[in-house]
């Protein structure tokens, strides 16, 4: 089977699948009733009897936004292109980002969490596809969690079964701005990777302008990786295992959202939230999140201790009061928050950080728990309401994941390199394409030519159905640039990439014309193939050797797809 544009086969085997619904039962908690927030936020988006997705003030906006393409020069009649294309859409991208925000200013960071945890994408956006409603949806809220407005006693006492009617404007306004800056910015993202198009219609969704359908290839194939993989991945070098039974010293209890689940189909997802609530938690092992900031000592943050901190404390709390039982449901389990009298997690903090004998004792950069408090505040982790603390659990649980700063250079980031090496193989040793035997010795094997000079090593190694994978890892960093889709960001990965699998397709034709170089009894019929892994998904031009298709795989692929294709065997 081979990877066409965009579309991959089923990622996951049935076993993989049974057993992490084995894992869910476990873990998901009784469904609370709808509370009146919930009801009231679902009805006025949705015309009665018909399905049909309403925004009240998207004309508003549109007018607003078209005054705004016009003043900064951008036409919808003019070609976008190159770096200056790319530019003017970063104009009108910020200026739209700015009302969004406004937006987020008129209610407090607390009552936005109350209303965006109360509302499912297929609710708002039920016209549209599923996918493009949560990325729009997603996109929208990304700025709730910046508002600048404080959060009020009287909102924690009423959140339950009040909601004014000037939140649903909000919310309305809110989605208005969100959808039109996600078409520019999906514009300004194709832009960068080398499209021509225009800003078309009232809701400056890209038009595409180029008559070679060349970049639009290699865009349909990018999104359906990423769909495939779960995401673009992470840029740590590391592939986490989050069901952990080590030992006790490096586990953490941390939050997942079932709607987030790769392994679940959506069918399966909208059955089960019929009787549980969204959000469960997960035993995770800290160290498997960044294998290399435990060994080298660079990377831990004041961040990764806060996020460790509180999430070490959420579930003492709801242990306390007998509520980590499977039958006990809560706000937690629901909505993915939960609050805490203010003394009680200050007193917490103030025996200091969690899992000392991995994080220290002592927080880093000699920070005080007032300063603690304001860092987990500023991440909008920890909401000061009243009397209270509401600790977004499932925030605390992202910032925990992106709290590592990976080593740019010297020794400690050649030792993030090669714990990426070792990541590569410990997961493909988690699946059917585990090499046994004799070929377990190919691992990390310097290959020399037959006057003794190496070739290259080989990082990792798997074998399925008569082929031995020989495995390139480069643990490259995207950094927060290319996150964003910047234009100079998005080249030099690509050409990072098309270099990489050049040199190992060069390095993998040597090998095959010596294979005894490989110092080991290949089985009967066995074939060599080489792959390129990286942490990331890489956007990579249709026609280049990184594209080309290596079984259902492209020959540079990240992590999370190779191990997807190899738990589907």
């Not at 865009?219 to 992470?234: E, K, M, P, S, T």
């Not at 009787?275 to 469960?280: L, R, T």
């Not at 917490?348 to 860092?375: F, K, M, N, Q, Y």
Request: aromatic share 8%.
């Amino acid at each position: 089977m081979r990877v066409e544009d965009g579309q991959y086969p089923l990622p996951f085997g049935q076993d993989a699948v049974d057993g992490f619904k084995d894992l869910l039962g476990g873990a998901l908690r009784p469904r609370l009733r709808r509370d009146f927030p919930a009801w009231v936020l679902k009805a006025p988006f949705v015309e009665a009897n018909r399905g049909v997705f309403m925004l009240r003030f998207m004309p508003q906006w549109q007018e607003w936004a078209a005054a705004e393409a016009q003043r900064i020069g951008v036409d919808t009649s003019d070609v976008l292109a190159g770096e200056a294309g790319w530019n003017q859409l970063t104009l009108l991208h910020d200026a739209l980002r700015v009302q969004l925000r406004q937006i987020t200013d008129r209610r407090s960071a607390f009552s936005w969490l109350v209303i965006t945890r109360r509302i499912n994408p297929t609710d708002l956006l039920p016209a549209a596809r599923a996918s493009i409603s949560a990325a729009v949806l997603s996109f929208a809220l990304s700025e709730v969690g910046s508002s600048r407005r404080p959060s009020r006693s009287a909102e924690l006492i009423t959140s339950r079964w009040w909601l004014a009617p000037q939140a649903l404007t909000d919310l309305d306004e809110l989605c208005s701005v969100g959808m039109l800056l996600f078409n520019v910015y999906n514009a300004r993202r194709r832009v960068a990777k080398g499209q021509s198009l225009r800003l078309g219609g009232p809701h400056l969704i890209p038009e595409v302008t180029d008559t070679d359908d060349t970049v639009e290839r290699a865009i349909w194939l990018y999104d359906g990786r990423l769909n495939f993989a779960g995401g673009r991945g992470n840029d740590l070098g590391s592939f986490p295992s989050p069901v952990t039974d080590r030992r006790e010293s490096a586990n953490i209890i941390t939050w997942a959202d079932l709607r987030g689940q790769d392994l679940v189909s959506r069918d399966d997802v909208a059955r089960l939230l019929q009787k549980y609530g969204p959000v469960f938690p997960l035993g995770t092992n800290i160290e498997d999140l960044a294998p290399a900031a435990f060994s080298s000592g660079v990377g831990l943050t004041l961040e990764t201790q806060a996020a460790a901190a509180v999430l070490s404390a959420a579930w003492t709390y709801l242990a306390d009061r007998e509520a980590t039982w499977k039958s006990v449901p809560g706000e937690w389990s629901q909505y993915g928050y939960l609050r805490c009298p203010r003394d009680w997690l200050i007193a917490r903090l103030e025996d200091g950080p969690a899992l000392p004998e991995l994080l220290g004792s002592s927080w880093r950069a000699g920070a005080t728990v007032r300063e603690v408090i304001t860092l987990l505040a500023r991440k909008q982790v920890v909401l000061p309401v009243g009397r209270y603390f509401v600790v977004d659990l499932t925030g605390a649980t992202s910032l925990l994941m992106h709290s590592f700063e990976r080593a740019k250079e010297g020794a400690a980031a050649n030792e993030w390199g090669s714990s990426f090496e070792t990541a590569v193989q410990a997961a493909i040793d988690t699946t059917p394409w585990k090499p046994t035997g004799a070929l377990r010795s190919v691992i990390g094997k310097k290959v020399k030519d037959e006057n003794g000079n190496v070739i290259t090593d080989i990082d990792a190694v798997a074998f399925h159905s008569g082929t031995l994978w020989l495995i390139s890892a480069k643990a490259f960093q995207a950094g927060p640039d290319y996150a964003v889709g910047a234009y100079d960001a998005i080249r030099r990965i690509a050409r990072k990439a098309v270099a990489a699998s050049e040199q190992w397709n060069g390095y993998l034709k040597r090998i095959r014309q010596r294979p005894s170089a490989l110092g080991v009894d290949l089985p009967d019929g066995c074939t060599l193939e080489g792959l390129v892994v990286m942490p990331f998904v890489p956007y990579v031009p249709i026609g280049s050797s990184a594209a080309q298709p290596v079984g259902d795989l492209c020959h540079v692929s990240s992590i999370h797809e190779l191990i997807a294709v190899a738990l589907r065997a």
